[in-house]
Every structure is written in C-alpha cells, then in structure tokens.
C-alpha cells in the first residue's frame, strides 16, 4: 500500500458511496485506476465491503450495555462466539486480557428487552458470571483511521 491507496481508504471511509470519478479526483487518478486499487485493495483483505452505516436508535434499538462475560473452565474462542451467536442483541464480541474472558456489546430496544437479553446470556451453559455496564451517552464513535495514524 502506498499513499494514494491510503487516500483511496480515507474516501471511503468518509464516503462510501463516492464514484470512482470522485475519489480519482481527489487523488489525482482516472476512475479505471482508481477501480483496479479499490479491487486489489478488496482482494488483499484491506477493505472487507461496503455496508451502511445504520442509527441503531432510529430502529428502535438504543438502549446499549457492555456485559464482561465470565465462563466457567477453559472455554476456547470458537465456543465462546458459537454460544453468543444466536442471541440478536449481541451486536459485538471480544475475548479480552484481564479477569473477564470476554466483553459484549449488547443492544436492545429497552431496558426491560435489555434485561431479557442479559437473563438468555447468563443461561448460556458455560457461562458463569456477568457484570453489566449500561451505556447512558455515546462520547465519541469514529471508524479507524485509514493511516493507522491517531
């Protein structure tokens, strides 16, 4: 990867609907070249997709908590993401260094939907404790920086 192909990035991050013609103006290359760096940039694995980026509020699902997910003995990170799956409230899952074995990003529409989703994440056989950390306001949510810079 070389400067222009962290320009190219930079552009889709701040808009991914941008035509070709659009980024290969911002970085000084026709839309054909601009085309054949977003496809080795797709092949490579840099860029995994396209999506849209969706006001999970506005769907009606913006109560949001962090759960530290305790299991009991030695449970593999395979297992751990087999057994969080089928819950839909689950929108994130990191195996963590620390005394957790892993952190949830749950969301729900409610605190009482919320709720429900925390009692099927304890009934999860393996697990063995959680501890709960509601979201009250979001800060500051930005996507990675295209340069690693920041």
């Known amino acids: 990867m070389d400067a222009i192909d962290h320009q190219i990035i930079s ?3 701040a808009d991914a609907r941008a035509s070709y013609a659009e980024i290969g103006n911002t970085v000084g290359l026709s839309a054909p070249a601009v085309k054949r760096r977003v496809d080795k940039l797709l092949d490579s694995g840099v860029l995994r997709g396209f999506t849209a ?3 999970p509020e506005a769907l ?10 305790h299991f009991g003995g030695n449970v593999t990170p395979a297992e751990i993401r087999s057994s969080l799956e089928p ?3 689950v929108v994130a899952a990191y195996t963590v260094s620390g005394a957790a074995d892993a952190i949830v990003h749950l969301r729900a529409a409610s605190i009482h939907h919320l709720e429900t989703a925390l009692e099927r994440l304890r009934a999860v056989d393996m697990v063995d404790r959680t501890v709960s950390t509601v979201v009250l306001s979001t800060l500051l ?3 990675p920086a295209p340069g690693g810079e920041g």
């Open 53 to 55: 980026v969706v006001d």
């Open 141 to 143: 949510e930005r996507p």
């Open 60 to 69: 009606g699902w913006g109560t949001e908590a962090f759960v530290e997910v």
């Open 11 to 13: 552009c889709l991050v």
């Open 87 to 89: 819950l839909a409230e």
